[in-house]
C-alpha cells in the first residue's frame, strides 16, 4: 500500500488531500502543529489508514517506515494569518521545505509542494502563465507569504536538479469549500459569515478587485494528478472563471436571503488586483480542468458555514 506524508492535513486543503487519498488506498501520515489547522477536520479519518502526528516542520522531521510521497502543505494561507504570524510563515515555507525535502530526499519519496498564486504578486501579466515571473514587494507585508513561497520553489527545483528527487509544484489559486474557518479572513468565509448574522458584509477597496475560485474538490484531484504526472515545472490550479469581489459578495447576500448592507473599506497594501489563472498546463500535462460551478460549489459551503454559526 502506498503511504504519503500531507503536512498542514489539519488545515482546510490539507484535511481534504488526506480524504482523497485515503479515498485512492494510500495510507497517509497527517502532520500538523495545529497553528491554524483544526483536528476537527480530521476526526473522521480516525477510524481509516490514517495516523495524526502533532509536529512542527520546521523542526527535524522523523517518519518510520518507508514513505512514497511527501505532500507539503503546511504554512499560515490567508492575509490575516500571515500578517500576525511573518516569522512562522517564513519559516515553514525555508526551513519546513528544506525538511521535507531532506525526508523525501531519505526515503526516495516524490515530494509535491504547495505553491500559491501569490508568486505572481500584483500581476502585470493577466491572465498568469506559469513562465510569467511575478510583480512581487518583497518588503511588503504580504512579501513573508509571498517570498516564503518563492523560495520553497526555489529549493524544491535545486533539490530537483541536483539530489535528482522527484518533484512538483502545484501553483494553487483562490479555493473555497467547507471546512474553511469562520474567521479565516478570505472572502468568502467573510461574506459568508456577515450575512448569515445580519452584519454589514465588508468590501475592500470598491469591489471591482477580480479573484477566480475554484472548488476544493476540484483541486485535490489537480494535485493528485500533478504528484502522479512527470511534471517537474510548476503547474497552475485554480478555476479561470473571474468574477470581481462585488460580483461575489452580491450573490452571497441573495443566497443567503440577507439583508446585509455591502460595505467598503480602505484596501490592504499590495492587494493584487486582477487573479486568474492560464490553465492550459493543466489541461494539457494533466486532463484537468475544473468541474464544480460556484452554482454548486457556493450552496455547499453555505450549509457547512450555516452548521458552523448555528443559524
Not at 483562490?174 to 469562520?182: D, E, L, S
Amino acid at each position: 500500500m502506498p503511504r504519503a506524508l500531507v503536512t498542514g492535513a489539519a488545515g482546510f486543503i490539507g484535511s481534504h488531500l488526506s480524504e482523497y487519498l485515503l479515498d485512492r488506498g494510500l495510507s497517509v501520515i497527517g502532520m500538523d502543529n495545529l497553528v491554524t489547522g483544526d483536528v476537527a477536520n480530521i476526526e473522521q479519518l480516525g477510524h481509516r489508514d490514517f495516523e495524526f502526528v502533532k509536529h512542527d516542520v520546521t523542526s527535524y522531521i522523523v517518519v518510520e517506515g518507508a514513505l512514497d510521497y511527501v505532500f507539503h502543505f503546511a504554512s499560515p494561507a490567508s492575509p490575516i494569518d500571515y500578517l500576525k504570524l511573518p516569522i512562522q510563515t517564513l519559516k515553514v515555507g525555508g526551513l519546513g521545505t528544506h525538511n521535507c525535502l531532506g525526508l523525501a530526499k531519505a526515503k526516495g519519496a516524490r515530494f509535491l509542494l504547495a505553491s500559491t498564486s501569490e508568486v505572481y504578486g500584483d500581476p502585470l501579466v493577466h491572465p498568469q502563465k506559469e513562465d510569467y515571473w511575478g510583480n512581487v514587494n518583497p518588503v511588503g507585508p504580504r512579501g513573508v507569504y509571498d517570498e516564503a513561497k518563492r523560495f520553497a520553489e526555489a529549493i524544491a527545483m535545486a533539490y530537483h536538479r541536483y539530489h535528482g528527487i522527484e518533484t512538483r509544484i502545484v501553483r494553487i489559486f483562490n479555493t473555497y469549500g467547507p471546512r474553511m474557518r469562520v474567521h479565516d479572513g478570505r472572502a468568502i468565509p467573510a461574506f459568508m459569515s456577515q450575512a448569515l448574522r445580519g452584519e454589514d458584509v465588508t468590501l475592500f477597496g470598491d469591489g471591482s478587485q477580480t479573484r477566480s475560485l475554484c472548488y476544493v474538490s476540484d483541486l485535490v484531484d489537480g494535485i493528485y494528478r500533478l504528484m502522479m504526472s512527470d511534471a517537474a515545472d510548476p503547474v497552475n490550479i485554480g478555476n479561470p472563471h473571474e468574477l470581481t469581489m462585488r460580483q461575489l459578495a452580491v450573490r452571497i447576500v441573495a443566497l443567503t436571503g440577507s439583508k446585509s448592507r455591502i460595505v467598503e473599506k480602505p484596501l490592504p497594501a499590495d492587494d493584487p488586483k486582477k487573479r486568474k489563472p492560464d490553465i492550459t498546463r493543466a489541461r494539457t500535462l494533466l486532463g484537468w480542468e475544473p468541474k464544480v460551478p460556484l452554482e454548486e460549489g457556493l450552496p455547499r459551503t453555505l450549509e457547512y458555514f450555516r452548521k458552523k454559526l448555528g443559524v
